[in-house]
């Protein structure tokens, strides 16, 4: 019995754990590794760490790249991705199918890069276009003006409620076709928990009561 209770406290643990990590794959786009002070193109259709290219294109850049003058930083880590591509400026961007459960609420976090480069090829802000299962659950902007000398990153979140076992996660570039730049990072998705998945203040009440009924079994023995 004792064996069997601290195996279903393991479980809970272990459940509660695994809900609490990022679902997504290479959320902050380390995978693979492009030129230093370089970036990589990836065309409609290719994958790169747990991310598929949707659209015509979209770009590894590294943390040390810069350009006119600008300096364009990772939020995390020491690679992001440009959701514009390499000059293609259209509705593009990465897209990443997770397993979920019915029911659950899940939590997004993730980072947009904007660079203010009024007249310039970088544009002013940067719109990113999330989509859950294909339709949009909103558009994000960074519009920061501070950013002109190196890319401005800004943190967004959201929540969702999953309706299925599995869920598509997608980022397109919002910006228009004169504005080269629309960073992406770090981001994360997290389950809120649901029925069948106790919050941690359940779960310490849980593994408490099971430890509790242990010490009585080893008492009346």
């Not at 064996?3 to 272990?14: D, K, N, R």
């Not at 006119?68 to 400026?89: K, M, P, R």
């Amino acid at each position: 019995m004792r064996g069997v209770l601290f195996a279903s406290a393991l479980a809970l643990f272990s459940s509660a754990t695994a809900f609490g990590a990022n679902l997504l794959t290479d959320g902050s786009f380390e995978t693979p590794t492009v030129p230093v002070g370089g970036f990589t193109n990836f065309g409609s259709g290719a994958t790169f760490g747990g991310w598929t290219v949707v659209g015509p294109q979209s770009s590894i850049v590294s943390g040390s790249f810069a350009q006119n003058g600008i300096g364009f930083v990772a939020e995390d880590g020491t690679q992001w991705v440009d959701l514009t591509g390499d000059g293609s400026n259209v509705s593009e961007g990465v897209q990443q199918s997770v397993a979920t459960a019915a029911g659950h609420t899940y939590q997004l976090s993730f980072w947009i890069g904007n660079v203010y480069n009024p007249g310039g090829i970088f544009g002013t802000t940067s719109t990113v276009d999330l989509k859950i299962n294909g339709a949009s659950d909103g558009a994000f902007t960074n519009s920061c003006t501070g950013c002109t000398t190196k890319l401005g990153w800004e943190e967004f979140t959201t929540s969702f409620v999953a309706t299925g076992s599995s869920t598509l996660v997608t980022f397109l570039n919002g910006d228009g076709s004169s504005d080269n730049s629309n960073g992406l990072d770090n981001v994360v998705l997290t389950g809120k928990g649901g029925t069948s998945v106790p919050e941690p203040a359940t779960l310490g009440l849980l593994v408490l009561g099971l430890a509790g009924a242990l010490c009585r079994r080893r008492g009346s023995r």
